[in-house]
């Protein structure tokens, strides 16, 4: 029988509203799905704590106790109960929110309980919400209770009964029933040669751990399957398209980049500029397709880099693009590279959604006869009618924002695939880097241009707006300008939108003298350009925004960032956003503006803003903090991640080895075609089948 062809909904247990359920929101649709659906923790049952021992990091704790008293706070609809709790040598509140008399019906004072929850840090102490509670003779004895497997779920799962502990009793019957074993999805060789776990105790240990010794070994096994084969297929692909393709060759340093060099480079190039520059020429000349993630932290020189790329490109007869993610960001780059070029006799040109029709036609023609050099846009470049007569280099800018679909369609502009150089503020860390693109080189522009001062960073609280403000008209008297930005993560969010508009109106309030521009991505793209514009010529003094402003806006004289409710933006958007100011001489400052209520990460996360303004350090907390999953740009980029059980940030080590592994069998197999390779080749075949987009990626 294959698991995989086993419908969910004929598990016990399960049934068709269930079914659909796990299939929208977890993706879950036959019984292999479900199996492979793995714990994201496991706590240890099997031993009381006592309370003096919580601690922030302790995702659960469960005590034995007593119910001292209970207490009702609050009026209405803010109304809470609490029970005061003892472990018979120190207290603590257990708080319920919802179901008030159900509680106080159900649990008395004076009788021995069980309290097992997640401890939460509020106003300075510990305090358990919505714990479970059980008498003792309801439970086994701790002893036996092992290692309970926790599963993610969602809201809306929770709201039909289907949260972990139901997920626990649906996959109980289906581990039962593999014991008997499953077919194996790795050679047997390579079980052999790193000594994993097979399959089938693999399976059933990581929902039911025998004990501690097997879950660790069955997690082993299954993080090595996991990044094994998204190297095969990723590092399988690279061979074919080396096989396939010969890159242009870029042969010679010429007119364009020695003139640019001599005479129209306004300063000094860094040294990490330099060096990045010699690496793309040693690339472009090498024969291969180049395929490079330049990193560079907010304000490192990027641009500049991409553009004596492009001109080496161009002194061998080659035209260039620029594809960046949004028209703002694309006006300012064909903007600053015009001026950069001044004189020097290239044809540049800018191509957007907003160029009429009427316009776009030249452009198209000059592209087509070659008399356009450089091409700048957004994804219209893309298009279709976007031909080129000779396209020798693909810039992308901040990659993350564009979808592996949209990159592959840029490959497609030239019968030989263009060299690609792809930028980004957000640096990738290298296991992330190792995994998400086979053969990428990677170039760190690790140095900012001289002079700058390093952005002084600092979290208030909501009781410090009015020295802030106040900070804030200094800042305008002597010349500055100001972002205050707002999360509006889903465009569709109207409260989110609300906030902002009522942000706009308490600006206005506080600050009548000085003009404001707002911009939000709901506005319409000339809106939104006549508002950024008038920010940009310094006509108005503060901006008051959502992210459509993080990516690449250049305003040297913005100098103070105010990120509002900034618990609930991820790391690297915090270090995008803040890349915003800082870029002139003046000291530039940003302000990160929380609740008081933050969980633990987001106090980390808060911590780290204003320790530091390095963008590698960041990226590694923020791996360490979020994983991958989460990662800016890993989402958006179309790639599968969701790893399922390895960890980028923990699992560096064995993502080499499985990398070797890999290399080794294609270096000798590339088809897999040999008979012990077989399983590989058919399990591949299933997950790129399974796995959304993973036949695309590059
Ligand atoms: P990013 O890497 O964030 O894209 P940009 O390319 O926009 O950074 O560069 C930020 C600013 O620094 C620009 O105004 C650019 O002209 C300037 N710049 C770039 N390289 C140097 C350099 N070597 N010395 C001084 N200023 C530089
Ligand atoms: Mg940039």
Redesign the pocket.
């Known amino acids: 029988m294959d698991l995989s062809y086993q419908d969910i909904k004929f598990l016990p247990g399960v049934g068709p509203k269930k079914a659909d359920l796990l299939a929208k929101e977890l993706d879950i649709h036959s019984a292999e799905d479900l199996l492979r659906h793995y714990p994201y923790k496991y706590i240890d049952r099997s031993r009381f704590y006592y309370l003096h021992e919580i601690s922030e990091e302790m995702p659960f704790i469960q005590v034995k106790g007593q119910i001292i008293r209970f207490e009702k706070v609050g009026e209405g609809l803010k109304q809470r109960l609490v029970a005061i709790f003892t472990d018979g040598r120190d207290t603590i509140e257990l708080v319920w929110f919802k179901g008030i008399s159900f509680i106080l019906d159900k649990y008395k004072t004076g009788i021995e309980y069980v309290v097992f929850c997640k401890p939460t840090y509020f106003n300075g102490k510990f305090n358990l919400q919505h714990p479970e509670i059980d008498l003792p003779s309801q439970l086994p004895p701790p002893e036996q209770m092992g290692l309970q497997p926790f599963y993610n779920t969602s809201e809306k799962m929770k709201n039909s009964f289907l949260n972990s502990k139901m997920i626990q009793k649906i996959l109980f019957p289906l581990v039962q029933s593999i014991r008997s074993g499953i077919p194996e999805t790795l050679p047997g060789y390579l079980l052999q040669k790193f000594a994993l776990l097979n399959l089938t105790d693999s399976l059933v240990n990581i929902h039911f751990p025998k004990n501690a010794d097997l879950l660790k070994k069955a997690r082993q096994r299954l993080k090595f399957e996991e990044l094994f084969y998204i190297q095969l297929n990723i590092l399988q692909q690279t061979k074919w398209r080396d096989q396939h393709f010969r890159g242009f060759v870029f042969g010679q340093i010429g007119h364009y980049f020695n003139a640019f060099y001599k005479d129209y480079l306004p300063?000094?190039?860094?040294n990490a500029?330099k060096r990045v520059i010699r690496e793309i020429r040693v690339d472009v000349a090498s024969g291969r397709q180049m395929n490079r993630l330049l990193q560079?932290?907010?304000?490192?020189?990027?641009?500049?880099v991409a553009l004596m790329a492009m001109l080496i490109a161009i002194d061998n007869g080659f035209q260039a693009c620029i594809m960046a993610p949004t028209e703002i960001l694309a006006t300012q780059h064909f903007a600053?590279l015009k001026e950069f070029l001044g004189d020097i006799g290239l044809n540049i040109a800018l191509l957007t959604g907003s160029v009429t029709a009427k316009k776009r036609e030249p452009i198209h023609e000059q592209l087509r006869n070659g008399e356009l050099n450089i091409l700048i846009g957004t994804h219209a470049l893309i298009e279709d009618a976007v031909q080129f007569k000779n396209l020798g280099l693909v810039v992308i800018d901040e990659q993350h924002r564009f979808g592996v679909e949209q990159r592959s369609k840029l490959w497609k502009k030239n019968v030989n695939p263009p060299h690609i150089l792809v930028?980004t503020?957000t640096p990738i860390p290298r296991t992330l880097a190792m995994t998400l693109y086979g053969d990428l080189s990677v170039s760190v522009?690790d140095e900012l241009?001289?002079g700058r001062k390093p952005i002084q960073t600092y979290h208030y609280y909501e009781n410090k707006r009015q020295g802030l403000n106040q900070f804030i008209a200094k800042q305008v008297q002597v010349g500055r300008q100001v972002y205050i930005v707002y999360p509006l993560i889903q465009e569709s969010e109207k409260s989110d939108l609300q906030n902002l508009e009522s942000g706009y109106e308490y600006m206005r309030e506080v600050f009548p003298n000085y003009k404001i521009s707002m911009v939000h991505g709901k506005l319409k793209p000339a809106e939104k350009e006549y508002q950024m514009q008038k920010f940009v010529s310094g006509e108005t003094q503060i901006m008051v925004a959502t992210t459509v402003i993080e990516v690449?806006v250049?305003v040297?004289n913005a100098s103070v960032m105010v990120i509002e409710s900034a618990q609930r933006f991820g790391l690297s958007q915090l270090h995008q956003l803040r890349?915003r100011v800082g870029?002139g001489a003046e000291q530039s400052f940003c302000i990160l503006l929380t609740d008081y209520k933050l969980g633990v990460d987001t106090r980390k996360r808060m911590e780290i803003m204003v320790r530091t303004n390095d963008g590698f350090e960041i990226s590694e907390a923020d791996l360490r903090l979020r994983g991958p999953g989460d990662l800016e740009g890993t989402q958006q980029s179309g790639v599968p991640f969701e790893l399922k059980i390895a960890n980028l940030a923990q699992d560096g080590r064995m993502l080499e080895i499985a990398r070797k592994a890999a290399m080794e069998i294609l270096e000798d197999d590339m088809k897999l075609e040999k008979n012990e390779n077989r399983v590989m080749a058919s399990q591949l075949r299933k997950l790129k089948t399974n796995t959304l987009n993973w036949g695309s990626i590059s």
Do not use: C, H, W, Y
């Not at 300063?267 to 860094?270: D, G, P, S």
């Open positions: 300063f000094e190039l860094t500029q560079g932290d907010v304000g490192s020189g990027k641009t500049l600053s930028m503020a522009i241009p001289p690449g250049n040297p890349g870029r």
